[in-house]
């Protein structure tokens, strides 16, 4: 098994355990070794776009210096493909390290800056764990398949930072369909949806505008629903919340509202790669396993 | 110039210029150039925290951060001392918190502003790895933030320097009580102890204690046994 750097970020290891197991699942899968990086911080969370704030830089920068460190002290063998599967720490950390690429006076600022640091040499690449599998090849993603999820309608759910702006997101922005493959090579049918990349209302659902991102869930679940979706997948913690968690509100607005699971595409793979029992389908708030045991992909 | 002229060093104290004796604390140095101490002093052996000073040294730019108890007073320093530092205090009661992945930022949601500039981890004089134990505090690893704090003894340097308000200490402090409460293995011989205080074991021993007058009882301390350990034995409870 290769061994390859790994940034979990603060959801995996503690809000979304689920996604954090059953990611190291279909990594396992995939025939990848994630090897977390020693001592992370955090992203930053969100990319600051000010030209001359450099602060909010240093954070990403100081992860990707670890990811040096690793190769340095041989805990993983020449890698540096970092692999992310939050869409929002994803996101975060490539655009810092694009901005240092481009911009050595920059990088040069935030070396001297950390001066407790080895300087970075921007020689990381920061890559989304989907962009991995497409690597390596949907064929040979498929051969992993134990349990192909025939049947199982799914509509996939990009929301902003897995896609935006074009040159960072990992598919055309306009017109995305890496989660599509990914559905066909786990043998589940993917199911358009002309709100798969709407904003999900992010951040408002932790201020006094929850009413907003319930619309949203409304517009976005009914919509997958209307084109023969049974779920929703995704790869953004902040989605995943407001889509999943927030039906709960949805359903106090509209009471005729159905809801519908909504998880993370690694509990698919882990499911699909007979790796059931670390998919985490107990950590949503719409139980997916009712669904899943109709198709009989789950027993009981 | 006499020998005792040539072991004289030059600091400057709030600005202003004295001779002191070489190899001084900064304390001890403050002490010689007529500065009484009432706040920003304590044990005087490095374990309390209070003398939390900021000094830099001559042609140099950074503020540097110490103990004033540990810490050599060179020539050309320019010294202050801090009485105290106003970090953010938070009121709880343990026993009503549930702990979760939240609980930190709930109490110090300021936690969440750090930006990993690492001015912590370098301001601290016990060097602890400060930056990451917020870090761990951000994502709720009550275990984590303990171990790495452990040895915090509370100077409030760390506050005092971050860009982000963060009140470091009292962050940790509450992930050690609630790891100690809710999350650490119960250990087994305190507990015990416990049940044999509760049974009355030593409510004999400590009435006659109690009966005691002052006298009497600095006889007992002197004659106490003091348990002798060879090198490489292992204490028993």
């Given at each position: 098994m290769k061994k390859f750097p790994y940034y979990p970020g603060c959801t995996l290891k503690q809000a979304a355990t689920h996604f954090g197991e059953s990611a190291i699942a279909s990594a396992k899968a995939a025939d990848i070794e994630l090897v977390e990086i020693p001592r992370w911080n955090c992203c930053g969370a969100v990319s600051s776009l000010t030209s001359d704030d450099l602060m909010h830089h240093v954070a990403p920068i100081r992860n990707l210096v670890r990811v040096q460190e690793m190769n340095q002290e041989g805990l993983v063998d020449n890698e540096y493909d970092l692999i992310v599967f939050c869409s929002m720490c994803f996101n975060v950390l490539k655009r810092s390290n694009e901005r240092v690429r481009e911009d050595p006076e920059m990088l040069k600022t935030i070396n001297q800056f950390m001066?407790?640091?080895?300087?970075?040499?921007?020689?990381v690449n920061v890559v989304h764990f989907l962009e991995t599998l497409k690597e390596i090849g949907w064929n040979k993603i498929e051969r992993q398949v134990k349990k192909p999820l025939k049947g199982l309608k799914i509509s996939a759910y990009y929301g902003c930072t897995l896609l935006r702006p074009r040159g960072i997101g990992i598919d055309d922005p306009e017109a995305p369909t890496i989660m599509d493959d990914f559905i066909r090579a786990m043998g589940a049918e993917p199911v358009s949806n002309p709100y798969k990349s709407l904003c999900c209302g992010s951040y408002h659902t932790v201020g006094d505008n929850k009413e907003l991102v319930a619309d949203r869930t409304y517009k976005i679940v009914n919509a997958a629903r209307e084109n023969g979706a049974e779920m929703i997948i995704t790869s953004c913690p902040l989605c995943a919340y407001n889509l999943d968690n927030r039906q709960k509100e949805t359903k106090e607005k509209y009471p005729e509202f159905k809801q519908m699971p909504v998880i993370y595409f690694t509990q698919i793979m882990a499911l699909a790669t007979g790796m059931e029992d670390r998919a985490g389908f107990n950590g949503n708030y719409i139980d997916s396993r009712p669904l899943l045991r109709e198709h009989g992909f789950l027993e009981g | 110039m006499t020998e005792e002229e040539k072991n004289m060093i030059t600091v400057h104290i709030m600005g202003k210029a004295h001779e002191v004796p070489a190899g001084l604390t900064i304390m001890k140095a403050m002490e010689y150039a007529g500065y009484q101490f009432?706040?920003?002093?304590?044990?005087?052996?490095?374990?309390?925290?209070?003398?939390a000073t900021v000094y830099r040294l001559a042609g140099e730019y950074k503020l540097r951060t110490a103990l004033a108890c540990q810490t050599a007073a060179e020539d050309g320093m320019f010294l202050t001392q801090l009485p105290f530092v106003p970090a953010n205090r938070q009121e709880y009661h343990v026993a009503e918190i549930e702990p979760g992945p939240g609980t930190l930022a709930e109490y110090f949601?300021?936690?969440?502003?750090?930006?990993?500039?690492n001015t912590c981890t370098k301001s601290c004089p016990q060097d602890l790895d400060v930056m990451d134990y917020i870090q761990m505090s951000i994502r709720g690893d009550f275990e984590a933030v303990s171990k790495l704090s452990f040895d915090c003894i509370q100077c409030g340097l760390c506050v005092a320097r971050c860009p982000a308000e963060i009140s470091h200490y009292h962050v940790a402090q509450l992930a050690r009580r609630l790891y100690g409460k809710y999350q650490s293995p119960v250990p087994q011989h305190l507990m015990t102890r416990l049940e044999e205080i509760e049974a009355g074991k030593f409510d004999e021993a400590i009435s006659e204690l109690k009966s005691l007058n002052a006298t009497e009882l600095e006889e007992r301390y002197t004659a106490r046994e003091i348990e002798k350990i060879e090198r490489g034995e292992v204490m028993d409870e």
């Open positions: 001066d407790t640091e080895q300087d970075y040499e921007a020689k | 009432i706040r920003g002093s304590g044990c005087r052996a490095g374990f309390c925290g209070a003398c949601p300021e936690i969440t502003r750090c930006v990993s500039c």
